[in-house]
């Protein structure tokens, strides 16, 4: 039966990104039937609290001589009422307090570096790391027809990006290195923070590929879903493609929405936007898509990033829609004007042009 694809566009990138996409994460955690990854003490982070679920903070307490509630307890100061400091652990005893630190203990949060402030109330943040290192976070309000207030983190999941896409200012600036699993939930607290508003919806579209840091962006969601209470289908992460990584992530069962970057509707047009696109063909990112929708019953969300005389014109509008005609009800795509980048080759699309696409995908959709 003939279905009219849904699109949608808007004019600021993280608008765009952030609001219309629903929920997407890469995270087994919490599903009952899929074993998460454990959230014990690590060599590589070995004193952060940030990020530990509630059975792991009573246990670190019992390690302490403490009773088992003082990890209930550090639990809903951590979360609850996002105390920054060991030292303001008032509800705690000062001697478990002092020990806490005295064993290199910290809580994990960093500083606001930087904060923007656009026009229709998006907050573009920096957050300063404990090496110095700069991350990104976006925070995107939006109020509804009720007056209520949705309000989406869209957080990073790397310091830079390795892939280096051609259109993307992040790639541009080199990589550095993968986010632990209490820097990106960090990034959820600041904007919580800022807002003095709980984040309703999370989206891993920021700085990185989150497929390329899976086990710490799966550690993250795991807490940000069960000791922060996000919903998973208010989770979105965002993937260029990473060979087997969607299989992965179908296999958690997750009820979170897989959205793929994919700016191209054919394979010699994707490898010229997206280098690493040569090692995952669009034939294969589009069966793994499938698998993942039949595996989740949670539709792929397209982004299609409309680069101006690139991949906006009408003929590829016709081939990604018969790219998707044989799909059914299970996907989305979502369109994004280009916002342009200071040196780049790339020009955003007139509105004129984004609008006269709608109908062509429409008709090509089933």
């Given at each position: 039966?003939?279905?009219?694809?849904?699109?949608?566009?808007?004019?600021?990138?993280?608008?765009?990104?952030?609001?219309?996409?629903?929920?997407?994460?890469?995270?087994?955690?919490?599903?009952?039937?899929?074993?998460?990854?454990?959230?014990?003490?690590?060599?590589?982070?070995?004193?952060?609290?940030?990020?530990?679920?509630?059975?792991?903070?009573?246990?670190?307490?019992?390690?302490?001589?403490?009773?088992?509630?003082?990890?209930?307890?550090?639990?809903?100061?951590?979360?609850?009422?996002?105390?920054?400091?060991?030292?303001?652990?008032?509800?705690?005893?000062?001697?478990?307090?002092?020990e806490l630190q005295d064993a290199g203990w910290?809580?994990?949060?960093?500083?606001?570096?930087?904060?923007?402030?656009?026009?229709?109330?998006?907050?573009?943040?920096?957050?300063?790391?404990?090496?110095?290192?700069?991350?990104?976070?976006?925070?995107?309000?939006?109020?509804?027809?009720?007056?209520?207030?949705?309000?989406?983190?869209?957080?990073?999941?790397?310091?830079?990006?390795?892939?280096?896409?051609?259109?993307?200012?992040?790639?541009?600036?080199?990589?550095?290195?993968?986010?632990?699993?209490?820097?990106?939930?960090?990034?959820?607290?600041?904007?919580?923070?800022?807002?003095?508003?709980?984040?309703?919806?999370?989206?891993?579209?920021?700085?990185?590929?989150?497929?390329?840091?899976?086990?710490?962006?799966?550690?993250?969601?795991?807490?940000?879903?069960?000791?922060?209470?996000?919903?998973?289908?208010?989770?979105?992460?965002?993937?260029?493609?990473?060979?087997?990584?969607?299989?992965?992530?179908?296999?958690?069962?997750?009820?979170?929405?897989?959205?793929?970057?994919?700016?191209?509707?054919?394979?010699?047009?994707?490898?010229?936007?997206?280098?690493?696109?040569?090692?995952?063909?669009?034939?294969?990112?589009?069966?793994?898509?499938?698998?993942?929708?039949?595996?989740?019953?949670?539709?792929?969300?397209?982004?299609?990033?409309?680069?101006?005389?690139?991949?906006?014109?009408?003929?590829?509008?016709?081939?990604?829609?018969?790219?998707?005609?044989?799909?059914?009800?299970?996907?989305?795509?979502?369109?994004?004007?280009?916002?342009?980048?200071?040196?780049?080759?790339?020009?955003?699309?007139?509105?004129?042009?984004?609008?006269?696409?709608?109908?062509?995908?429409?008709?090509?959709?089933?």
């Open positions: 039966m003939a279905r009219m694809a849904v699109f949608h566009h808007a004019y600021t990138v993280p608008l765009a990104r952030a609001i219309h996409v629903r929920a997407v994460s890469v995270a087994c955690s919490g599903i009952a039937t899929v074993t998460a990854p454990s959230l014990n003490k690590k060599k590589e982070d070995p004193q952060v609290l940030l990020g530990m679920s509630e059975q792991d903070l009573q246990q670190l307490a019992l390690d302490f001589g403490q009773q088992s509630y003082r990890g209930k307890q550090l639990h809903h100061l951590l979360y609850k009422r996002k105390v920054k400091e060991i030292q303001d652990f008032s509800h705690l005893p000062l001697a478990f307090r002092n910290r809580v994990g949060r960093s500083p606001i570096h930087k904060a923007v402030t656009a026009n229709d109330g998006t907050v573009k943040l920096l957050v300063k790391l404990e090496d110095n290192r700069l991350v990104e976070t976006v925070g995107i309000p939006v109020k509804d027809e009720k007056g209520s207030i949705r309000l989406t983190a869209c957080v990073s999941s790397q310091v830079g990006c390795p892939l280096r896409c051609s259109f993307c200012a992040t790639g541009k600036g080199g990589f550095s290195r993968n986010l632990k699993r209490h820097e990106i939930v960090e990034q959820v607290l600041a904007i919580e923070e800022l807002f003095k508003h709980r984040v309703t919806n999370v989206v891993f579209m920021g700085m990185g590929e989150p497929m390329l840091n899976m086990k710490e962006v799966l550690e993250a969601h795991r807490c940000l879903n069960k000791d922060i209470q996000i919903g998973q289908r208010m989770i979105t992460i965002s993937t260029v493609g990473v060979p087997n990584t969607i299989k992965r992530l179908a296999s958690c069962k997750l009820q979170s929405t897989l959205a793929i970057s994919l700016h191209a509707p054919n394979q010699k047009l994707r490898e010229k936007l997206v280098p690493s696109a040569k090692s995952y063909p669009l034939d294969a990112i589009m069966k793994d898509c499938r698998d993942y929708f039949h595996e989740t019953s949670r539709r792929v969300s397209f982004e299609y990033t409309l680069l101006a005389g690139v991949n906006d014109e009408v003929g590829h509008a016709k081939e990604l829609a018969e790219l998707l005609h044989e799909w059914g009800p299970g996907y989305h795509v979502n369109l994004i004007p280009y916002n342009p980048v200071d040196g780049s080759e790339y020009k955003r699309p007139y509105k004129k042009s984004v609008c006269g696409l709608h109908p062509t995908f429409g008709s090509f959709s089933h």
